[in-house]
């Protein structure tokens, strides 16, 4: 069978799922600017209770990921940041946070193309010294 033979029997055999593709709904939203529907059990967003956080640096020590980190300037003054472009929502935080402090739920919305709005500060206690 010679190649122009080949290719128009390759476009027959797809045809039918151009077709399907071309007149069925998109797969993907335009995220962010829709909203996304997440399931009431998905884990993405790392939340904090800031009053709670005694800057231990527990979930700090045991993130696997590196994506917390504690700036300690003294007992009661520190600074408990989360880079959220390194973490890998596996929750071991709110697991070894013993003051019910970090934990993480549903509310997924943190698409962006500049990686600043990745680094977050979750506790500034700097200006309570
Ligand atoms: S969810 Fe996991 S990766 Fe993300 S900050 Fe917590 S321990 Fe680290
Ligand atoms: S969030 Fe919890 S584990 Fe992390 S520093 Fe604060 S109190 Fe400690």
Do not use: W
Request: hydrophobic share 35%; aromatic share 10%; charged share 25%.
């Amino acid at each position: 069978m010679n190649n122009i033979l080949l290719k128009i029997r390759s476009f027959f055999y797809l045809l039918p799922n151009i077709v399907e593709v071309l007149f069925s709904k998109p797969e993907t939203i335009d995220y962010p600017a829709v909203s996304n529907k997440l399931s009431a059990s998905y884990r993405g967003s790392i939340r904090i209770i800031s009053e709670n956080c005694v800057g231990c640096g527990l979930c700090v020590r045991d993130c696997p990921a590196q994506a917390l980190a504690l700036e300690k300037e003294s007992k009661h003054s520190f600074r408990l940041i989360h880079y959220r472009d390194h973490c890998a929502s596996c929750g071991q935080c709110e697991m070894s946070c013993k003051f019910n402090s970090i934990y993480l739920d549903n509310s997924y919305k943190e698409a962006s193309a500049d990686r600043k709005d990745f680094f977050k500060v979750l506790v500034d206690n700097t200006n309570k010294k």
